[in-house]
T-cell receptor, first 114, second 112 residues
Framework: NAGVTQTPKFRILKIGQSMTLQCTQD?????MYWYRQDPGMGLKLIYY???????DKGEVPNGYNVSRSTTEDFPLRLELAAPSQTSVYFC?????????????FGPGTRLTVL | GQQVMQIPQYQHVQEGEDFTTYCNSS?????IQWYKQRPGGHPVFLIQ?????EVKKQKRLTFQFGEAKKNSSLHITATQTTDVGTYFC????????????FGAGTILRVKS
């Protein structure tokens, strides 16, 4: 199993550009999550999904969109990139809810918006 | 809203010294999870505590869950350079526990 994979590893965007961060998991996990981590800070939840076709907002959803058309994939879309979105983005997955299960993280995408 | 707080923010120890990080939640948690993130890496799950007063050990690491299930600690005995990284605690959030709220983490640096 590859676990949770993310592409790209690094990206530099200009202000106002858009991009999609890809996340795929091959563990047949129901739950998937997107976090952002600013330097020296903890993880902030952007969006999460409890299954294909079902998504919900986390703590910091503004400026982002997600979709979950399959169990495996959970892309994160940035529209009109802003410098405040410079961060490291982690995708994670779990089979069950955080009430009972742990999360597996991808390697991250380091995004810079200039 | 529910918060998970961690202290200290940063600790620099001499190799061989002990290290402890503390985690406090504003609400009772169904479980507490601990993750480690090496510099430049991604968070990796260490352990989950579920029962009130639970204590678990992994080699030199000792994890505790408070009696009220609102606080937790991670203690490392005789730190090694391989222990370097950021340690996060996290607890389920929301009515159905579908979201995990992370503490800000404790950065551990070890001088050899």
């Amino acid at each position: 199993n590859a676990g949770v994979t993310q592409t790209p590893k690094f990206r530099i965007l200009k202000i106002g550009q858009s991009m999609t961060l890809q996340c795929t998991q091959d563990m047949n996990h129901n739950y998937m999550y997107w976090y952002r981590q600013d330097p020296g800070m903890g993880l902030k939840l952007i969006y999460y999904s409890v299954g294909a076709g079902i998504t919900d907002k986390g703590e910091v959803p503004n400026g982002y969109n997600v979709s979950r058309s399959t169990t495996e994939d959970f892309p994160l879309r940035l529209e009109l990139a802003a410098p405040s979105q410079t961060s490291v983005y982690f995708c994670a997955s779990s089979y069950l809810t955080p009430s009972t299960d742990t999360q597996y993280f991808g390697p991250g995408t380091r995004l810079t918006v200039l | 809203g529910q918060q998970v707080m961690q202290i200290p923010q940063y600790q620099h120890v001499q190799e061989g010294e002990d290290f402890t990080t503390y985690c406090n939640s504003s609400t009772t948690l169904s479980n507490i999870q601990w993750y480690k993130q090496r510099p430049g890496g991604h968070p990796v799950f260490l352990i989950q505590l579920v029962k009130s007063g639970e204590v678990k050990k992994q080699k030199r690491l000792t994890f505790q869950f408070g009696e009220a299930k609102k606080n937790s600690s991670l203690h490392i005995t005789a730190t090694q350079t391989t222990d370097v990284g950021t340690y996060f605690c996290a607890g389920p959030l929301g009515e159905y526990g579908n979201k995990l709220v992370f503490g800000a983490g404790t950065i551990l640096r070890v001088k050899s």
